[in-house]
Structures are given as structure tokens and as C-alpha cells.
């Protein structure tokens, strides 16, 4: 059982650079999510989607694009790096509502 | 604007005692509240949750309570255990965002 699982699991970018991080899940889940985690600011609401083909802002998506083109992969790019995004970025998906979200392992990420 | 708090950015208790845990939300809206546990290194895994309907759902040692009126929300661990040194996490849906507190580090020592 795989549940969610994130893509790379380290990354080192230079300012300016892109990449893009991908979160897969295999439990069918509509409702998938990106958060970034940093010192003193708990898990930020980046995008989210609700369901194929759908995305949605969240609480910090400026500098982020995201995609969710099959409904088990959610993919979230950073067109041109900045230092300010150095952090720690999860992917959580959940089935139904009200139900509890499931998170991935986590990617962290260093732009120098 | 931060929509759910924890005020307390750590907390240490002895092996044994209660740890309680503390969370406040502005947003009457939110509707559903859950709990997640973060080790180092690794992602949040869930805990326990309410339904705003409730004021108290309980799970083997750990309890959540829910104030709608204080828009306010405790976890209680008993008897705390070394293993639940973690950072604790309080969450709340709203319609679809689930938004998350900054959290609390728990310490249980011996």
C-alpha cells in the first residue's frame, strides 16, 4: 500500500530555475492537496484540487502553478525559483468530506 | 489572517500525566476539526477529529473537545507516553480547504 507518494524527496535549485514536484495517490481520493511547512508557521495551504481537471488557490499560491490531469497525480511547479521558497512541501489527499487527509512523506527543497 | 491558532508553540510533561493541547479558530464556518501528529522528517499522520456537531469524540487515550461558543478545541493525551513527543497539529475544513495551526511540540520526558 503506497498511499500518497511525493516526488523527488530532496531538491537543490538554483534562483530562477523550474521544477516541478509530482504527488501521487492510489486510493482513488477526489480531493488532493499542496502545503508547505516552515519554521514557526505551521502547514500554508498552497492549491489545491477537488477533483480532476480542477484546481483552486489556497492560502500562499503566489510563485505556484499546479495540475491535476488524472485524478491520482497532482503536480506542483515552480516556474522561476526564489529563496523565499525554500521549505518543506507536502501532498495529502482525502476520499469523501469530512474525512481525514492522508499526507505524503514530504520534499524538501533549497533554492540557493 | 490566521484562522487557526495554537498559541502554545511547545509543551513538556512528565511520562504518565495528562497532556492538553490547545487550539482556537476564527472562522465559524469550519465544520469539521482533526488532529495530526508530526515526527521529524516525516509527514503529518492523523490522530483523531470532531464533528462540529459534537463537543467531545474519544479515541483509547487521546480526546478531543470542542467549544463552539469559545471557538475552541483541546487534546487531551492520558497518560502521556515518550512516544507521543511529536509536534501536534490542529486542523478545520472549510467547504473544501483544510486549513492547519502552526502547532504545538509536545516533550514527554521520563
Known amino acids: 500500500n503506497a498511499g500518497v507518494t511525493q516526488t523527488p524527496k530532496f531538491r537543490v535549485l538554483k534562483t530562477g530555475q523550474s521544477m516541478t514536484l509530482l504527488c501521487a495517490q492510489d486510493m482513488n481520493h477526489e480531493y488532493m492537496y499542496w502545503y508547505r511547512q516552515d519554521p514557526g508557521m505551521g502547514l500554508r495551504l498552497i492549491h489545491y484540487?477537488?477533483?480532476?481537471?480542477?484546481?483552486a488557490k489556497g492560502e500562499v499560491p503566489d510563485g505556484y502553478n499546479v495540475s491535476r490531469l488524472k485524478k491520482q497525480n497532482f503536480l506542483l511547479g515552480l516556474e522561476s525559483a526564489a529563496p523565499s521558497q525554500t521549505s518543506v512541501y507536502f501532498c495529502a489527499s482525502r476520499g469523501s468530506a469530512n474525512t481525514e487527509a492522508f499526507f505524503g512523506q514530504g520534499t524538501r527543497l533549497t533554492v540557493v | 489572517d490566521q484562522q487557526v491558532k495554537q498559541n502554545s508553540p511547545s509543551l513538556s510533561v512528565q511520562e504518565g500525566r495528562i497532556s492538553i493541547l490547545n487550539c482556537d479558530y476564527t472562522?465559524?464556518?469550519?465544520?469539521?476539526f482533526l488532529w495530526y501528529k508530526k515526527y521529524p522528517a516525516e509527514g503529518p499522520t492523523f490522530l483523531i477529529s470532531?464533528?462540529?456537531?459534537?463537543d467531545k469524540n474519544e479515541d483509547g487515550r487521546f480526546t478531543v473537545f470542542l467549544n463552539k461558543s469559545a471557538k475552541h478545541l483541546s487534546l487531551h493525551i492520558v497518560p502521556s507516553q515518550p512516544g507521543d513527543s511529536a509536534v501536534y497539529f490542529c486542523?478545520?475544513?472549510?467547504?473544501?480547504?483544510?486549513?492547519f495551526g502552526t502547532g504545538t511540540r509536545l516533550q514527554v520526558f521520563p
Open positions: 486542523a478545520a475544513y472549510n467547504t473544501d480547504k483544510l486549513i
Open positions: 472562522n465559524s464556518m469550519f465544520d469539521y
Open positions: 470532531i464533528s462540529s456537531i459534537k
Open positions: 484540487s477537488v477533483g480532476e481537471g480542477t484546481t
